[in-house]
């Protein structure tokens, strides 16, 4: 699965709204849609900030299987 996939998939899990995120992370709802869309590329930094929020390291985020048990994970 792609990152932004994954993003999306751990943000619903840690039930985060899209607005949350959004506001956390200082940017307009419409441009976080498009990162989890895959339609816009994730900055490195913005890809930090996301792993700080939630409190996962950014290789944890990359490689993240949903298939795998949730509390293994996250």
Excluded: A
């Amino acid at each position: 699965m792609s990152i932004n996939n994954n993003i999306r998939i751990i943000r619903e899990i840690k039930e985060i709204s899209i607005d949350d995120m959004s506001k956390k992370l200082n940017i307009f709802n419409t441009e976080y849609k498009n990162i989890e869309r895959g339609s816009k590329k994730i900055s490195d930094t913005l890809l930090s900030k996301i792993s700080d929020i939630f409190n996962m390291s950014i290789y944890d985020i990359e490689n993240y299987d949903s298939n795998k048990s949730i509390s293994n994970q996250i």
